[in-house]
Structure formats: C-alpha cells, structure tokens
C-alpha cells in the first residue's frame, strides 16, 4: 500500500502517491515515510512542494561566461561561506580580473586580501595565496583552450586538468554552467543526505570514491524520476538550513565514532518526525 502526500502550490490542492515506505527505491535504499526528515520520500515531496518537477533548469545555473563560474566555483569550497565567496567573486568582477583573464598570481592575491564588507562588517577571504595561484592558472587554461564543445560531464573530465580543480570543483562549474544532470556537486551537505537515506555510506569518501558515488546519486535521481542538476540543490539548500539538525541525525544512526571527525557532533538527540 502506498502512502499519500497532500500539499498546497499555488493556491491549488494536490494529492499525490509514494511507494510504501517499506518497500525499495534502489538495493538497500528504502523509501521511508515522506514525514520523516532526510529519506527519500521526503525529498521527493519537498521537490513537488516547491513545484520543481517544472523548473526550466537548475536554481543555480549560471548566467554569465564560463569564466565568471570558474571563478565563482574556485572561490567557494570547505570552510568558506556562500556569503563570502560571493563577496570576493563580485570584488574580483568589480576588479575587471575575471574579464580579462587575468593569469598574473600575484594580481589575484592583492585582490583577494582586500577587505571585503559583508553583513555590514569587514571580513578577509580566507586562504587568498592559494586560491591565486589556482585562479591565474585557471585564467590561462581558459586562454589556451576552446572550451565551446564540451557539454557536461566532458566539461567535468576538462576542467580537471586545470590544478587546484578536482570533483567537486569541476561538477560545479559543468552543472552550474550548462545545467548539466550527468554530475554531481558531492559537498559535505550532499554526502550527509546521501549517508542519511543509506545512498552511501560512511566508509565511501570522495577523495577515493567520488565517480562512484556521483554515479549512485545520478541513479537515485532517476528513480525518483527527478533532475539530478535541480535536486542537487534542493537538497543543498535544505542540508545547509538544517545545520546542527542533520549532524545530531547522523550522530543518531550511526553513532559518533563511526563518522569522519568533520560530521561529529556533540549533541545526540534528535526528533526526526515532522508534525503534519
């Protein structure tokens, strides 16, 4: 027996099926209850609620050139907020950097150890010499490569070549840029909702097992029959609202100890069910 999901969109009712919370969306991925935070069944029905099944494309595609994503995706990353990467992305804009090609390391860092006003204070980027180098290098990849044909994931494999670019940086830019769905951005965020529906596992890290995962992630994907590109940054965004709520869950499920030392949490209590 299925279960029935009701919801509300633009002041229309809509009343909708799910497998049984039992029952398998891929081998040792279970539906689970679409009231319970972080299964499958959720995420389905928060992508209906937000009316995803029609988006044109990804929240998140870019709408400027290939350069300005590099540059953005190069900026952002572990321990650097969306805030603050987009603050020094718009001051390296304002700069004329990214429109140039800048390729002189030097330049990049001058800019990027300018103060940055955010929130209505000062901040300084963090890790400006290394991001510099990797942000000129980027630049001159650009300068001597025709990048026009490359659609997706070739754009992924491309922009490997580039140094201080892996994965993730590289799925970023090819998703964000061409809307791509044969990628995936594996953050922390997309890792933990991963761990927490038993897509991955808490042995699986990207560092050795990224192709892998991104081919499950593209397979869960497709059988919820959704857009990995628009997914992906559902599941973002929520994951990052949530905080120290997704940390205690996974604290709960697997225990502490059995995580990397990034996903540990003190705190581990927990009430997944949602009120309906």
């Known amino acids: ?5 009701h919801y509300w969109l633009e002041g229309q009712e809509y009343q909708r099926t ?27 029905s928060q992508y209906w609620m937000y009316g995803l099944e029609d988006a044109v494309h990804s929240p998140y595609k ?18 650097i907020t969306a805030e603050l990467s987009t ?16 390729t002189s390391a030097e330049i990049w860092q001058r800019q990027l150890q300018e103060p940055l006003q955010l929130n209505g204070r000062l901040h300084h980027y963090r890790y ?13 990849f650009l300068h001597a490569n025709s990048l026009d044909q490359c659609r997706g994931k070739s754009l992924r494999d491309e922009l490997l070549r580039i140094d201080g670019v892996g994965y993730k940086t590289a799925g970023w830019v090819a998703r ?5 769905d044969d990628v995936a951005i594996l953050d ?29 992630f593209v397979e869960f994907c497709n059988a919820l029959n959704v857009r990995p590109a628009v997914l992906d940054c559902l599941i973002w965004d929520q994951m990052r609202s949530f905080g120290k709520v997704a940390l205690e869950a996974l604290d709960r499920k697997f225990g502490a100890k059995q995580l990397p030392s990034k996903q540990r949490s003190k705190t581990t209590q927990l009430q997944l069910q949602l009120s309906v």
């Open 188 to 216: 922390i965020h997309l890792i933990r909702a991963g761990q927490l529906c038993d897509l991955f596992s808490v042995q699986e890290r990207v560092e050795r097992d990224y192709e892998s995962m991104e081919t499950k």
């Open 18 to 44: 799910l497998p049984d919370a039992a029952e398998s969306v891929l081998p040792g991925v279970l539906w689970g209850e679409h009231w319970t935070l972080f299964s499958p069944a959720y995420w389905l």
């Open 1 to 5: 027996m299925g279960q029935v999901v």
């Open 128 to 140: 400006p010499n290394q991001k510099a180098r990797y942000l000129a290098k980027a630049m001159a």
């Open 176 to 180: 964000n840029f061409l809307d791509a």
């Open 62 to 79: 870019a709408r400027g050139s290939l350069a300005e994503e590099i540059t953005f995706c190069l900026l952002g990353g572990f321990g």
């Open 87 to 102: 603050a020094a992305f718009e001051a390296c804009c304002n700069a004329g950097l990214v429109e140039r090609l800048e």
